[in-house]
């Protein structure tokens, strides 16, 4: 019996109502609602004009020197990559370490020895930390946001960060460089805790990728952030992940480890393992979001604080002369919680002890607090000043106050919910609610959803037509071939093949990525349709160090200077060499790169010219290859390697792109913020063709002097797109997926058919040209998967008049 529509709205007001209760409303508070600013200890404050735009301060105990990272507010408007500014031609590589001593007032700017980047310093978290050997050494750990190299632009890969770790005395006016630490774990790093032997350190990771609209999911909850562990001896791991809104990090004397959430506010607390990984012991929630962290020589935890997030980082990051709020926190244990019977009390306590409305104070990112003193110093990544105030004298049995925020009481909380719905507001907020949500969806079924399921076969479920499937022969030695190449002057075909059983476990462009069950032995082979021959090349000796091949896509090019010498493009997913139970492959991606090879016309050997790896071969799916071995283009089928912003593509996000490698000048983007891109080939006369494997359609382009492509054309087929092939008289051939869900069930289970289809793509020759339909696309092969199972590849040799096909997972 079906359900009355009154019953529905009675079932999901509630769920409604408590969504905007428990999720939108408290971010929305944070970020949005205009706090009232009361100021506290505000009124004894002293500026230092000539320390401006320092993002991290760090206290030296014993001597209460204290030490900053300091930049210019004109560079941090324009390259701030914490906050999404990342205009690399305004960024600073002039930034610097400074030291102040407030019984002196002098300032000392550190000089830099032995460090010989030509890309300087671009300075965020830092911190600074006395030798176990030598307490009058310090080592100073500094988080570099480096802008990229190689031509590439900013605003696409985002910084080329790294930490930097260099070597001081206390008073010094000198440091010098000991290490740079860069590993792909340290993408977005943004706060440092250092060790006293100069080796190791902890840093926060503020965003689960560099750039991409995916970054700003984590305001509404999602768990992207991570810290990581690095050691200079033994590189880099995470140490623990799935974490919201990293930012400051700190450590206390009996190594307790505290990270700051900059976008809902509180502390996570954190405890070392031998294994130098971290686990979650406890949490403090603040109603403020929050940036950097320290903890004073009693204990106490202090952190700067936002009181008006948005004005912040849209107003005041983007010019430094409007003011933005701010705030100091101190944590504490709350003097009146009983371990025995802790009821409703709160366990922590939080205090404002500093809160200014900016006139004083603007855009504080760093609070720290002197206890042996009594000094609190505040400044901030575009600020225009060192704040040191001196505030009242604090006790440890310091109670909460009216500024300040405790743990939530749950009592209160319900006793709200139900007042909220005698008073009618929950209603109004969960039918206003509702409204939005209905037209969303409404409006992603119509623009996204229904074009989608149509062109997977989904919804309507569609029928598969038998054609031209009647005089097939199979060659069952040959399985898993993902890609297939015809060599026209002798019609062999080169296929790159694997296993079934590698392929249902291993395949990145699939998110299976089961590294356990990866083969390194695929290869390439050749298959002689005139002699049903078939040779499996075998690479030199020296290749690879024992890492093998996992293969995906390929290309096999005459040379341009002997037609008998052919160059062999593969690319090729490593499983990743730090891959372990600890830190899987599904957490981290394939090691991807692009091999190049050479072979003779009937040769049975490849010769391994080189491996190129690069950030810009983030996801290869497909390549093309050039006539010299020198150069290629390849396909990114995503933005990122892993998580949730893969599915982004589902709704049309365009984080896909086509990349070019040359083997003395690099790799570069071709063309960015493309969708979905898959198969790539290229027609005798330079046009470029690229596959869309997710909305179907093919995208024609052209090369540029540069090296760069531009969009001339679209082609609008049907069926989702898998690889491309042109054949002798110019025509191009597409391996088509009728049925999208059947397809990916095939891939996971081998045995489960998926059908099969292949289109034959040519200019309009016929009356329909009139009337601008410029391409002709043909459904030449069709097959409901029983004789031939989810191809991925179609050749077609038009000298001999054989149509070729083979998939990731067919069985020949």
Not at 309 to 331: D, E, G, Q, T, Y
Not at 739 to 760: D, E, Q, T, W
Not at 786 to 812: C, E, N, P, Q, W
Request: aromatic fraction near 10%.
């Amino acid at each position: 019996m079906p359900i009355h529509p009154a019953i529905k709205f009675a079932i999901l007001l509630p769920i409604l109502g408590a969504f905007w209760e428990y999720l939108l409303s408290p971010y929305l508070e944070l970020a949005v609602y205009e706090r009232k600013i009361y100021p506290v200890n505000n009124e004894y404050c002293k500026k230092v004009p000539q320390l401006a735009a320092c993002e991290k301060l760090i206290l030296h105990q014993e001597s209460g020197l204290l030490y900053l990272a300091c930049s210019n507010a004109l560079s941090r408007v324009q390259w701030t990559p914490a906050v999404g500014r990342l205009n690399a031609s305004g960024a600073s590589r002039d930034d610097f370490v400074a030291t102040y001593d407030p019984k002196t007032s002098t300032i000392t700017r550190l000089k830099i020895q032995d460090f010989e980047s030509a890309r300087g310093l671009s300075l965020h978290g830092m911190d600074v930390v006395e030798s176990s050997s030598k307490p009058s050494e310090l080592f100073v750990y500094l988080v570099n946001h480096r802008a990229p190299l190689g031509g590439l632009l900013a605003k696409d890969v985002g910084a080329d960060s790294v930490i930097e770790i260099f070597k001081t005395t206390l008073g010094g006016n000198t440091m010098t460089h000991i290490k740079t630490m860069q590993d792909p774990v340290i993408y977005t790093p943004n706060d440092i805790v250092g060790s006293p032997d100069g080796k190791s350190f902890y840093f926060t990771n503020d965003h689960g990728s560099k750039v991409g609209f995916v970054r700003e999911l984590d305001s509404l909850g999602r768990k992207t952030t991570s810290v990581g562990y690095c050691h200079v001896e033994s590189g880099c791991h995470y140490a623990i992940q799935n974490m919201h809104g990293n930012n400051g990090i700190a450590r206390a004397a009996n190594g307790t480890f505290y990270v700051a959430n900059c976008q809902k506010g509180g502390l996570t607390i954190l405890e070392e393992q031998a294994d130098n990984t971290l686990v979650l012991t406890d949490s403090v929630p603040a109603d403020r979001a929050m940036d950097n962290l320290y903890v004073d020589s009693k204990g106490f935890v202090w952190a700067a604080a936002f009181p008006d997030v948005v004005k912040l980082v849209k107003k005041h990051f983007a010019n430094p002369s409007i003011p933005s709020p701010s705030s100091a926190l101190r944590f504490s244990i709350n003097p009146n919680y009983n371990n025995a019977t802790p009821s409703f009390r709160a366990r922590y306590q939080v205090e404002t002890l500093f809160e200014d409305d900016g006139s004083v104070a603007s855009g504080i990112t760093s609070a720290v607090y002197d206890a042996e003193r009594n000094l609190l110093f505040l400044d901030g990544l575009a600020s225009p000043n060192l704040i040191p105030p001196h505030i009242s004298r604090l006790h440890t049995n310091f109670m909460l106050n009216n500024a300040g925020c405790s743990s939530p009481d749950y009592r209160y909380q319900y006793y709200h919910l139900w007042n909220a719905f005698k008073m009618g507001k929950l209603v109004t907020v969960a039918l206003n609610l509702l409204v939005v949500l209905l037209a969303i969806a409404i409006g992603l079924w119509q623009i996204f959803l229904k074009p989608l399921f149509a062109t997977h076969g989904v919804y309507p479920e569609r029928e598969i037509n038998p054609l031209g499937n009647k005089d097939c022969k199979a060659v069952p030695e040959l399985e898993a071939c993902e890609k297939i190449i015809l060599h026209q002057g002798t019609g062999v075909i080169y296929l790159a093949c694997s296993t079934q059983t590698s392929r249902a476990h291993w395949t990145p462009a699939m998110n299976q990525l089961n590294a356990t069950g990866a083969s390194r032995e695929d290869y390439v082979a050749t298959y002689d349709p005139s002699t049903s021959q078939i040779t499996r090349l075998h690479p030199s000796s020296d290749f690879n160090h024992g890492r093998g091949l996992s293969l995906h896509g390929m290309d096999v090019v005459p040379s341009s200077s002997d037609p008998n010498v052919l160059y062999v493009y593969l690319v090729n997913h490593r499983t990743p060499l730090d891959a372990s139970p600890l830190v899987p492959a599904r957490k981290t991606g394939a090691d991807s790169v692009i091999e190049i090879f050479k072979t003779t016309v009937g040769g049975k050997t490849l010769e391994h010219v080189k491996t190129m790896q690069h950030p810009i071969i983030i996801t290869p799916n497909d390549v093309v290859g050039s006539a010299d071995g020198d150069s290629f283009y390849f396909t990114n089928d995503h933005g990122v390697r892993v998580g949730y912003a893969r599915y982004l593509d589902y709704i049309g996000h365009k984080n896909a792109s086509v990349g070019y490698c040359h083997l003395d000048q690099g790799c570069k983007f071709a063309r960015s913020k493309t969708h979905s891109s898959n198969g790539i080939t290229r027609a005798a006369n330079g046009t470029v063709y690229v596959a869309d494997s997710l909305f179907g359609g093919v995208t024609v382009l052209e090369g540029q002097v540069d090296n760069t492509l531009v969009v001339v054309d679209s082609i609008i087929t049907e069926l989702v797109i898998d690889n491309l092939a042109v054949d002798a008289d110019g025509q191009l051939w597409a391996a088509a997926v009728p049925r999208g869900l059947l397809a990916k069930k095939h891939m996971a289970n081998p045995s489960l058919v998926s059908p099969s289809s292949v289109y034959r793509i040519s200019i309009n020759t016929g009356v329909n040209a009139f009337y601008g339909e410029k391409y002709r696309v043909e459904k030449v092969f069709e097959d409901d998967g029983k004789l031939v199972s989810g191809i991925t590849s179609a050749v077609y040799d038009s000298r001999r008049k054989k149509l070729f096909l083979h998939g990731k997972h067919l069985s020949g």
